[in-house]
């Protein structure tokens, strides 16, 4: 998939959709807006979301590469509880992703799913 890249970009928000939907609104530093579109959400935190997010980068990875602090932000479980290497495994075979916001300002998270599309979407 051939995300923009949006570092000193912005994190404008999200919506919580049915069916397990989940769309972020984030926009370039050349201010052109799209909608990144996730489906069968399995897991989310987003902290920190502040008015002017900045984005460093967002980083997608295959659920063959979640890592056990993955598994620890997503579930809220300590890194060395016996859950952890089960819900590693289990969540490693479900064929999902992982979707890794990081800022230079506010908002930060991961997103753990089944499908992403992006749109470009109008300008706010």
Do not use: C, W
């Amino acid at each position: 998939m051939n995300i923009p890249n949006f570092h000193d970009g912005h994190f404008d928000g999200f919506r919580i959709g049915p069916d397990k939907r989940l769309d972020l609104f984030l926009r370039t530093h050349d201010d052109e807006s799209f909608t990144l579109m996730l489906q069968g959400v399995d897991a989310l935190i987003l902290s920190e979301i502040k008015q002017g997010n900045i984005i460093f980068d967002l980083v997608l990875r295959d659920g063959g590469q979640l890592t056990s602090s993955d598994i620890e932000e997503l579930f809220d479980v300590k890194v060395d509880a016996p859950e952890v290497s089960t819900l590693l495994k289990t969540k490693r075979g479900m064929g999902l992703q992982l979707l890794e916001l990081n800022a230079s300002y506010g908002a930060h998270g991961l997103v753990l799913f089944q499908t992403i599309e992006i749109h470009p979407s109008a300008s706010t």
